[in-house]
């Protein structure tokens, strides 16, 4: 192969590689978001339906219930380190509204006996939370994005290593009416590791340029 002919096949596949990555990846803003942003002075995250696919050989290994408490704790995960993000972008002046602790979230959905908030309505959900949007969302992954689940897995069928693969899709939804203002999906490939920070400030690097409460 010449220089020219591999240069080309090099390129080539950057631009392909950048298509898929791109074509992976789904935007949906309200057209009034930013108005209806404006009223809003606290949002608060819930915990995200998490789901962990694993490969049969493993799934013999482990019960329903030990793969149920994993994936509650990756949807717990996933919550605290979108707060944990959200904080950030508050305390450096790039967030324009509250986000509830998510102590007092999860605490506040025991006390009303909601276990499955999939269940609900977003405009219930806000009610009872007290605020005035919610972001909820799913996680899917082939292998636990949290310290404590891959550890727990690990000690469980020996199934240690980076994720390959993980999808999460997370909307906004305004209180009372319930109406989707803003919907992300995004799907990344490759070794990960087993840090949920890096996976939430790896997907709302680009998405917060789009969401109406941040700079």
Same mark, same amino acid.
């Given at each position: #192969?010449?220089?020219?002919?591999? @240069? $080309? *096949?090099?390129? +080539? #596949?950057?631009? +392909?590689?950048g298509f898929s990555s791109n074509a992976q990846t789904n935007l949906f803003e309200h057209p009034d978001f930013e108005s209806i942003a404006k009223d809003h002075k606290k949002i608060a995250i819930i915990p995200f339906q998490a789901k962990v696919k694993l490969r049969p050989k493993q799934m013999k290994e482990i019960t329903v219930e030990d793969l149920k408490e994993l994936e509650k704790g990756e949807g717990l995960a996933i919550q605290s380190s979108m707060y944990s993000w *959200?904080?950030?972008?508050?305390?450096?002046?790039?967030? *324009?509204? /509250?986000?509830? /602790?998510?102590k007092r979230t999860n605490a506040l959905l025991y006390q009303n006996n909601i276990e499955d908030t999939a269940l609900h309505t977003s405009e219930e +959900?806000?009610?009872? +939370?007290?605020? /005035?949007?919610?972001? =909820?969302? %799913? *996680?899917?992954? /082939?292998k636990p994005m949290s310290e404590g689940a891959s550890i727990a897995l690990g000690?469980?069928?020996?199934?240690?290593?980076?994720? %390959?693969?993980?999808?999460? &899709? #997370? =909307?906004? &939804?305004n209180a009372g009416t319930g109406?989707?203002?803003?919907? !992300?999906?995004?799907?990344?490939?490759?070794?990960?590791g087993s840090s949920t920070d890096q996976l939430i %400030?790896? $997907?709302?690097?680009?998405?917060?340029?789009?969401?109406? !409460?941040? @700079?």
């Open positions: #192969m010449s220089k020219i002919t591999f @240069k $080309l *096949f090099i390129g +080539l #596949m950057v631009l +392909l590689t *959200f904080l950030k972008r508050k305390k450096r002046g790039d967030l *324009f509204i /509250d986000v509830q /602790d998510p +959900l806000a009610e009872i +939370l007290g605020v /005035d949007a919610v972001i =909820s969302g %799913n *996680f899917e992954t /082939d000690l469980l069928v020996g199934f240690w290593g980076t994720t %390959n693969s993980a999808t999460i &899709n #997370m =909307s906004v &939804n109406e989707l203002l803003w919907n !992300y999906n995004k799907r990344v490939a490759g070794g990960l %400030n790896k $997907l709302m690097r680009k998405a917060s340029r789009r969401l109406a !409460y941040t @700079k």
